[in-house]
């Protein structure tokens, strides 16, 4: 069994829709939780970060985290076709720990 | 501000051959990673760099591949020889270690095919 779990999709919406990707994990170490987004033939880039439990809202992107049930959501309200990514959910154990484990990764679509 | 750059962005290679990948760090960044990435997963660390030292390198199959980074700042990944199910993407990334801050940044990675 993988450490981070994430369903690859992909994942096709229309423009304007509201999208929810979701990872799970087993290893409760982990305490900051992450979500990269990826273009096609480009390097994963950090778009959102959070440590612990809780929400975090960045404009149209709001990232849930729940320990309790080792689950983590990222939102995408209004969502454009630049939105059009790969999106790898990412876990590490501290603040200064350099080893991420990355998800799969979920392949998103916005139809315009 | 120049990302992290990496060369070849392509390589295409026959089984047995050797190939050498380059990367060139955000400036001032002293921790460099490589990563490999197959096809519909996420990266996974091969080798992590502090300054010159190879920190973390327990993921690297060392009978095959073998990296360095002179003088703390470039570096290089090596394989010999490559092997059909090395084909993948290989990401170079970057990072200023300091307490609670170590957001690393990626490089657009070599995509390599062994044929």
């Known amino acids: 069994q993988k450490e981070v779990e994430q369903d690859p999709g992909p994942l096709s919406v229309p423009e304007g829709a509201i999208v929810s990707l979701n990872c799970t994990y087993s290893?409760?170490?982990?305490?900051?939780f992450m979500w990269y987004r990826q273009y096609s033939r480009k390097g994963p880039e950090l778009l959102m970060y959070?440590?612990?439990?809780g929400n975090k809202e960045d404009g149209r992107f709001t990232a849930q985290v729940d320990k309790s049930s080792k689950y983590i959501s990222l939102f995408i309200r209004d969502s454009q076709p630049s939105d059009s990514a790969t999106y790898l959910c990412?876990?590490?154990?501290?603040?200064?720990?350099?080893?991420?484990?990355f998800g799969s990764g979920t392949r998103l679509s916005i139809r315009p | 501000e120049a990302g992290v750059v990496q060369s070849p962005r392509y390589k295409i290679i026959e089984k047995k051959q050797p190939v050498a990948f380059w990367c060139n760090p955000i400036?001032?960044?002293?921790?460099l990673y490589w990563y490999l990435q197959n096809l519909g997963q996420g990266p996974e660390l091969l080798i992590r760099?502090?300054?010159?030292?190879?920190?973390?390198d327990s993921q690297l199959p060392k009978d095959r591949f073998s990296a360095e980074r002179l003088k703390g700042v470039d570096s290089t990944l090596k394989i010999q020889p490559a092997e059909l199910g090395d084909s993948a993407v290989y990401l170079c990334?970057?990072?200023?270690?300091?307490?609670?801050?170590?957001?690393?940044?990626f490089g657009p990675g070599t995509r390599l095919t062994v044929l």
């Open positions: 990334a970057s990072s200023f270690s300091q307490a609670g801050n170590n957001e690393q940044f």
């Open positions: 290893n409760s170490a982990f305490q900051y």
């Open positions: 959070t440590y612990s439990s």
């Open positions: 990412a876990m590490i154990t501290s603040s200064s720990a350099s080893k991420i484990i």
């Open positions: 400036s001032g960044h002293n921790t």
């Open positions: 760099y502090e300054n010159e030292e190879a920190v973390d």
